[in-house]
């Protein structure tokens, strides 16, 4: 479904600019939950930016559905670690969902529906009447999701979406967007420096490598079945693999 062949990123000029991804391929098949992992600067965002259509490339190919991508596009929906920069403050919660369906100029009924299914879904149906400001950190996330599913995009790319909220709340959360996932079986591409939260979520995770010239250092395939229960031995082997991929990495990031 998205092809990412051989793709290479330079900001600036190409010879003597930030070589910042060489030759990272992978391929996305529909339905799949793919995580991207690595360390701080090695190019997750930067990743998510060509996925999305935001950034260009100086080697490689970008295919949706088999055709280039050349910029943003309704078949995806970016999510951002920031939700309440993400959302209209002066809208209220509903609002907030009805402005990308009245965008697509889609009936009022259909609008209505969508509204409706999205905001149960992401359990804010009571909270429909209230602004971003008055929910937690944790409830403007979904409504960022009920945003972002309300207009039916086939890929979901979500740059550290959790990574702002405490320990409870972010379990919280990874419980649900699994939950949304199976139920809706789209295609997610998910960011997060966090080793468990990759475990927890992926299909697959692409282990990426420090720049310059990052790349793909692995790609791990969980076949832990779900749920996942990150106290098992199960889980902790693969911890375990994935640090070791990672290991010397980390330290010369944080040495
Ligand atoms: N517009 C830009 N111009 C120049 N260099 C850039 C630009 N955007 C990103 N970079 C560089 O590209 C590298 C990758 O950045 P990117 O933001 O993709 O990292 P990341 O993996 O998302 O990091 P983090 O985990 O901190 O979010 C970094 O070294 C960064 O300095
Ligand atoms: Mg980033």
Not at 30 to 53: H, R, V
Not at 145 to 169: C, H, K, T, W
Not at 185 to 202: P, Q, Y
Request: proline share 6%; charged share 25%.
């Amino acid at each position: 479904m998205l092809t990412i062949d051989s793709v290479t990123k330079i900001f600036g000029e190409p010879a003597t600019g930030y070589r910042a991804l060489k030759d990272v391929s992978i391929e996305v098949p529909e339905g799949e939950f793919l995580c991207l992992l690595g360390p701080s600067g090695c190019g997750k965002t930067t990743l998510m930016n060509i996925m999305a259509g935001f950034e260009g490339i100086n080697g490689g190919r970008v295919l949706l559905h088999g055709r280039p991508v050349t910029g943003p596009g309704r078949d995806r929906m970016m999510f951002f670690q920031d939700a309440g920069s993400a959302l209209f403050p002066w809208q209220t919660v509903e609002e907030n969902v009805q402005y990308g369906l009245k965008l697509q100029r889609i009936p009022a009924a259909e609008r209505r529906r969508r509204v409706d299914f999205n905001l149960s879904m992401v359990g804010l149906d009571e909270h429909r009447r209230k602004f971003p400001a008055q929910l937690s950190g944790g409830m403007r996330q979904r409504l960022q999701i009920a945003r972002g599913l309300a207009v039916d995009p086939d890929i979901l790319l979500m740059d550290e979406p959790f990574g702002a909220l405490d320990a409870m709340s972010k379990r919280r959360m990874q419980g649900f967007l699994l939950d949304i996932w199976q139920r809706t079986g789209k295609t997610i591409v998910f960011v997060t420096h966090d080793i468990a939260e990759a475990i927890l979520l992926a299909d697959r995770i692409a282990v990426m490598s420090v720049g310059p010239d990052s790349r793909f250092r692995d790609i791990v395939t969980i076949e832990i079945p779900r749920p996942r229960d990150p106290s098992s031995p199960g889980f902790g082997e693969v911890y375990a693999q994935i640090e070791r991929l990672l290991g010397h990495d980390l330290d010369r990031h944080e040495g």
